[in-house]
């Protein structure tokens, strides 16, 4: 019972997934900005799409911090420093198939008040 609701629920987010990524591309003046969040750790990593390199990272396993709306704000922080020593100040944000809510909005809006802007 409980693998089919997991694989419903992962399906559903693949759907949203390649619904959202095919409306968005980055490049090297606009990266895309894409997060991925397990049930320990937060990741995000600017891409340009053009030549598939990551242009900046922030791992919040490395910084030690866990999946929780105050944690994440800190791993903005520090996205917003490393795209700061790249010098990007705007991205295009993919929030790879998860709803806009809880931590992701939280990254998002830690962002925008760190500066960058969508």
Do not use: C, W
């Not at 089919?4 to 490049?27: D, E, H, P, T």
């Not at 420093?81 to 806009?100: C, H, M, P, Q």
């Amino acid at each position: 019972m409980l693998k089919s609701i997991q694989k419903r629920k992962n399906k559903l987010r693949a759907q949203r997934k390649a619904r959202v990524r095919g409306k968005i591309f980055g490049s090297e003046i606009l990266p895309r900005l894409t997060v991925f969040k397990s049930n320990k750790h937060f990741y995000a990593q600017a891409i340009d799409d053009n030549t598939g390199t990551t242009l900046a990272s922030a791992d919040g396993r490395k910084l030690g911090l866990k999946v929780n709306q105050e944690d994440v704000k800190k791993i903005a922080a520090e996205m917003a420093k490393n795209l700061a020593s790249k010098n990007i100040e705007t991205v295009v944000f993919d929030r790879n198939g998860y709803l806009y809510h809880g931590v992701v909005a939280s990254f998002a809006d830690a962002l925008r008040e760190a500066g960058i802007k969508f």
